[in-house]
């Protein structure tokens, strides 16, 4: 059997590192470095800062009764809520309780499977646009960069009726500035330390922000209570004209406008990266994909995701090796015990993805690229907390449907017209609030045919 591939990770310490190495600087703001080789193999991982503790869960069984069995108990934390309120108020991200409820409820129309569906079309038409503009012959391209262009243009057209201040190289510069400095800031912020004040990078972010809401405000405003146009934000702001004061109203619809704007396209954008990563990277696996994509593309845009499954396994595991978002935190508000470590109110309860998927009590080589892993009958003996890209539980991603369905339709249209290949340029793993490669991913692509 031939070695599998091994793709790239931050390189792993001999011994725990000390909480304080993650509040400030370059490990502040990749939270996926300085990890031990121990939390890839410990159910459970305590920790210490100052009077907090942290506790690190691993187990699935702990996970699933954080996210879903008792996620009445487990809430986010006050410290997220600061760091997300410059930019996401108290819009669907950050709230809680009753508040959380009836924004969820106003939202869950548009990520129905039949509004998702009618979307199809536009998300092929822009990939169509986007393969169109690329040099015909063979060209050294950012894929990462494309991605983000492909998910920001998509998400502005279906969901804000392709207003041009939102699709700008300003705006996606600022986005990622703003993601930076809430990672740095996280623990500090812990301590209640002004990080987001005192570096480059605080100061750099809290610009994106700024630069974000008031274009976004901007947006609404001019749109008024009416809403405007018939799309996502125009229902949006009339369905909480419905329940709110005006002035509540418009606040919580530039609220949910920048978590949508944002969550929107950066988590699907950073998708398709390491999924093309590991394509470029495994010629066998690119080539079966490539196959069933040209196969494919003769389906109507609303049944083109059905008809791509290895590419869908190969997308699944690209999120188990490089989920968008690697790490949530929650805030326990009662006492609890979790793999037999009591939990005590106020204390930080972390989940990270990037480690339970790399957990080598869960998974079978887990460094390696595998998507034979998520093959119908091997996917269907998974715990369903062993696998969780997009969360679970009642906080589950809104849009995963939506951004499944976007990934593979711009995946098939990608590998249908081109062929990639590695550029020789290092591809580095960063996770800021999401996980993106660290200077873009710059491949050699070629016309298929």
């Not at 187990?59 to 699933?64: F, L």
């Not at 369903?384 to 499944?404: D, E, L, M, S």
């Amino acid at each position: 059997m031939a070695a599998r591939f091994v793709p790239v990770m931050p390189p792993r310490l001999d011994r725990p590192r000390s909480a304080w190495s993650g509040v400030f600087g370059k490990s502040a703001r990749n939270t996926i470095g300085g990890w031990s080789e121990r939390a890839f193999e410990a159910p459970y991982l305590r920790g210490r800062l100052l009077t907090i503790t942290l506790h690190t869960i691993s187990d699935p069984d702990a996970v699933q009764h954080v996210l879903l069995d008792n996620a009445a108990n487990y809430v986010k934390p006050a410290v997220v809520k600061r760091l997300l309120a410059p930019l996401s108020g108290r819009g669907l991200l950050g709230a809680d309780g009753d508040l959380w409820r009836k924004q969820r409820r106003m939202v869950a129309p548009t990520f129905a499977p039949a509004a998702i569906a009618s979307m199809a079309p536009l998300i092929a038409r822009v990939a169509e646009r986007q393969v169109a503009g690329w040099p015909k012959g063979p060209a050294l391209l950012d894929m990462a960069a494309e991605a983000t262009r492909a998910t920001m243009a998509i998400i502005v057209e279906a969901l804000f009726s392709a207003d041009p201040r939102l699709m700008t190289r300003e705006a996606s510069d600022h986005i990622a500035a703003a993601l930076n400095a809430a990672a740095e800031a996280r623990l500090g912020a812990l301590l209640r330390l002004p990080v987001a004040e005192l570096t480059r990078t605080g100061r750099r972010g809290r610009r994106g922000v700024v630069f974000l809401r008031r274009t976004l405000d901007r947006i609404v405003r001019e749109r008024g209570i009416g809403g405007g146009a018939d799309d996502f934000l125009g229902g949006l702001i009339r369905a909480l004209a419905q329940q709110f004061p005006e002035a509540e109203a418009l606040e919580l619809a530039v609220d949910n406008a920048a978590t949508f704007y944002l969550a929107g396209h950066e988590t699907t954008a950073n998708a398709l990266a390491w999924t093309l990563y590991l394509l470029s990277e495994d010629r066998e696996a690119q080539e079966r994909a490539r196959a069933e994509s040209i196969a494919a593309l003769s389906a109507d845009p609303a049944e083109l995701a059905d008809k791509l499954p290895w590419t869908r396994q190969v997308l699944e595991e690209a999120l188990r090796l490089y989920p968008s978002a690697p790490r949530f935190d929650r805030e326990a508000l009662g006492e609890d015990v979790l793999c037999g470590a009591p939990i005590r109110r106020g204390e930080i309860v972390t989940v990270m993805p990037w480690l339970v998927h790399r957990h080598h009590a869960l998974w079978d080589a887990p460094d390696a690229f595998d998507p034979e892993r998520f093959a119908p009958e091997a996917k269907a003996r998974l715990h369903r907390f062993q696998y969780i890209p997009f969360g679970a539980g009642p906080r589950v991603c809104i849009g995963a449907r939506f951004a499944t369905m976007e990934a593979l339709i711009i995946l098939a249209h990608w590998l249908a017209a081109r062929r990639f290949a590695p550029s020789g340029r290092p591809v580095v793993p960063a996770a800021s609030v999401t996980l993106r490669p660290e200077g873009g991913l710059w491949l050699q692509t070629s016309p298929s045919r």
